[in-house]
């Protein structure tokens, strides 16, 4: 099963031709807005799912219980099942549209479990959390390691993001693919996010654009699991959009084909 | 995190915060501003070329140095600007 992160800019595609299991949402962006685009691919048999950017699950804002009714609200308005964030903070006591990294300790580690524990107890349900790209970072535990004690103790769920991995692995020599999956809990996953990245030499840095195709042995890894664990996989193309030919092309590397 | 990761990533200060790098930190300096860039240009297209290329990085590194944004939505970012400017004309020149 392979879906599609669903981006303003394909407001005017004929979304029938596009070859989506299933879409996927920042709440952010609809819940001031008619949502009819969205009833419309629920209608045609394909589900949404939320997954959001201004939790800032890592920062020191006290948790808004009312923004999170709020997404709870349109989680029921879509019958969605599922919501998730990133393991990040998006600022510090205030919001600065980013997704900045969380230190990888132990004390930090239960400090963002008991935040993701009190969006729980709002909404009446789990959460996922996203595992995310970071271009530096302290602390003395590994990722892998960091990621699964949060999910642990905040007792929720994981989008495991296939190329934020390989990002961090290109930026910082940290795991691969198959390392990291190694040390964390399967079950918790929801489902998988695959997205391209671009070098910008301005910083030496591998930056997670969202923008180009897959690479291959990331939607190989992505393929894998889904034929080995059962679990969807979602293509994020968020910035230079393009056509739907070409998100078709990328869509069907990510199906498996089903044994008859 | 440390307040001087965002006293950073703000443009507050130029001094790194321990155990950062210098890479990173301005990867990030960058992508706060870009965000904001993108959307002030969208709602107010007819400022940069206005202002010229130096004084429209000048005017968002400013936005962001002083900023306290609330809202969860980005879209509110317009108003935040429009904000930012009402103060910054209301205060006495030098």
């Not at chain 1, 709870?72 to 998730?84: P, R």
């Not at chain 1, 549209?97 to 993701?116: C, G, M, S, W």
């Not at chain 1, 959009?241 to 070409?246: G, N």
Request: net charge negative; proline share 5%; charged share 25%.
């Amino acid at each position: 099963m392979a879906g599609l992160g669903y981006r303003r800019e394909m407001a005017d595609w004929d979304m029938s031709a596009v070859h989506a299991d299933f879409f996927e949402v920042a709440p952010e962006n609809w819940l001031r807005r008619d949502t009819a685009p969205l009833h419309r691919l629920i209608e045609s048999g394909r589900p949404v799912q939320l997954h959001g950017v201004s939790l800032n699950l890592g920062g020191t804002a006290p948790i808004d219980a009312g923004f999170v009714r709020e997404i709870g609200g349109l989680m029921d308005a879509l019958g969605c099942v599922h919501y998730s964030d990133h393991l990040a903070a998006s600022g510090d006591a205030h919001q600065l549209y980013d997704l900045f990294p969380i230190p990888f300790t132990r004390p930090e580690a239960l400090r963002v479990a008991d935040r993701i524990k009190q969006v729980q107890d709002v909404l009446g349900r789990r959460i996922g959390i996203e595992n995310t790209t970071w271009y530096t970072n302290i602390g003395d535990m590994a990722e892998a390691d960091f990621l699964s004690m949060v999910v642990e103790h905040a007792d929720c769920h994981l989008l495991l993001d296939l190329n934020n991995i390989d990002v961090n692995r290109k930026n910082h020599a940290g795991a691969d693919i198959d390392t990291f999956i190694a040390r964390i809990d399967l079950s918790r996953v929801s489902y998988l996010h695959v997205a391209g990245h671009e070098f910008d030499a301005r910083f030496g840095l591998y930056i997670d654009t969202h923008s180009q195709g897959v690479e291959s042995h990331v939607a190989h890894h992505a393929r894998r699991l889904a034929r080995e664990h059962g679990t969807p996989i979602l293509l994020e193309w968020d910035n230079d959009v393009p056509t739907v030919d070409v998100i078709n092309r990328e869509l069907s590397c990510l199906q498996i084909s089903t044994p008859t | 995190m440390p307040a001087d990761f965002y006293a950073y990533v703000r443009g507050q200060t130029d001094t790194l915060p321990a155990g950062y790098t210098e890479a990173g930190m301005r990867a990030y300096r960058y992508l706060v501003r870009l965000g904001a860039r993108q959307m002030v240009d969208a709602h107010f297209p007819q400022l940069r070329p206005g202002l010229g290329e130096d004084a429209w990085d000048t005017l968002i590194a400013e936005f962001v140095r002083q900023s306290a944004w609330p809202s969860h939505f980005y879209g509110d970012l317009k108003d935040e600007f429009v904000a930012f400017l009402a103060r910054a004309s209301a205060e006495p020149a030098d």
